[in-house]
């Protein structure tokens, strides 16, 4: 008896697990809702993406090579995206030209930041 009861509370705890899991309840990082090298929330792999506000809706800007990429008219916060292989980094600099940056967003993560005083967007890796 208890054998079976022990197999039920498990099961129920691991379906729990899986279903908190399937909602995001357990996932601090995207890394945890898609595996590195998907396309990510309309992120294409490869690209640093800016999203139009502190989420993950709508079909954000990208940029792809490296180097610098000014951007225009971006206000407020918004959601910056990595989503580019290790070694890669997206920096955000306050000069459009590339320069003073103070931000730098690892590859697979984001960053909620104010672009109001921000200009560019530099990716540099390997």
Same mark, same amino acid.
């Given at each position: 008896m208890s054998r079976t009861s022990l197999r039920t509370k498990l099961a129920a705890v691991v379906a729990t697990g899986v279903m908190a899991l399937g909602t995001g309840v357990l996932t601090a990082s995207p890394a945890g809702a898609a595996a590195a090298g998907d396309t990510y929330a309309n992120c294409s792999? $490869?690209?640093?993406?800016? &999203?139009?506000?502190?989420?993950?809706?709508?079909?954000?800007?990208? &940029?792809?090579?490296? $180097?610098?990429?000014?951007?225009?008219?971006?206000?407020g916060v918004k959601r910056v995206f990595n989503n580019q292989t290790p070694g890669w980094y997206?920096?955000?600099?306050?000069?459009?030209? $590339?320069?003073?940056?103070?931000?730098?967003i690892a590859p697979w993560s984001y960053r909620d930041v104010d672009l109001t005083p921000y200009n560019s967007l530099r990716i540099v890796g390997p």
């Open positions: 792999y $490869g690209a640093g993406c800016i &999203y139009g506000g502190a989420n993950w809706n709508g079909w954000p800007a990208e &940029y792809f090579t490296r $180097g610098n990429h000014p951007f225009y008219n971006q206000y997206v920096h955000l600099c306050r000069n459009a030209n $590339g320069t003073n940056c103070d931000i730098t």
